[in-house]
């Protein structure tokens, strides 16, 4: 069973940045998919970016390609999502997952196993 625990949300200014985390117990991370996705209220579960583990391949949304960026420290299990010039539309509650196997994909259905979600807000 793996378990995915979020930190680092809060609340930020326009422009400003936060960078979250999601620790992994249970499983190291070595051939899976990391995935982070958001949900703002009253929408659906949107795609944020991907790594692979193998070969650290990452994917963005094209609407925070170039400001978000996902790493992970090996030696701790852990793959953070860094957010960079932020906007209030990027507040939402931000999730991590993973998809055993050789998945790629955006879509949360593909992802097996869901940390609880961390909030960011982002003030105008």
């Known amino acids: 069973q793996v378990q995915l625990v979020e930190s680092g949300g809060g609340l930020v200014q326009a422009g400003g940045s936060l960078r979250l985390s999601c620790a992994a117990s249970g499983r190291t991370f070595s051939s899976e998919t990391v995935g982070w996705f958001r949900q703002a209220p009253g929408k659906e579960r949107e795609f944020v970016g991907l790594m692979r583990c193998t070969g650290n391949y990452t994917y963005y949304s094209d609407s925070v390609k170039g400001r978000f960026t996902i790493s992970r420290d090996i030696a701790k299990n852990t793959v953070y999502l860094q957010m960079n010039s932020l906007k209030p539309e990027d507040t939402a509650v931000y999730y991590c997952?993973?998809?055993?196997?050789?998945?790629?994909?955006?879509?949360?259905?593909?992802?097996?196993?869901w940390g609880q979600g961390t909030q960011v807000t982002v003030s105008s």
């Open positions: 997952s993973v998809a055993i196997g050789k998945i790629v994909s955006t879509l949360p259905r593909r992802y097996d196993y």
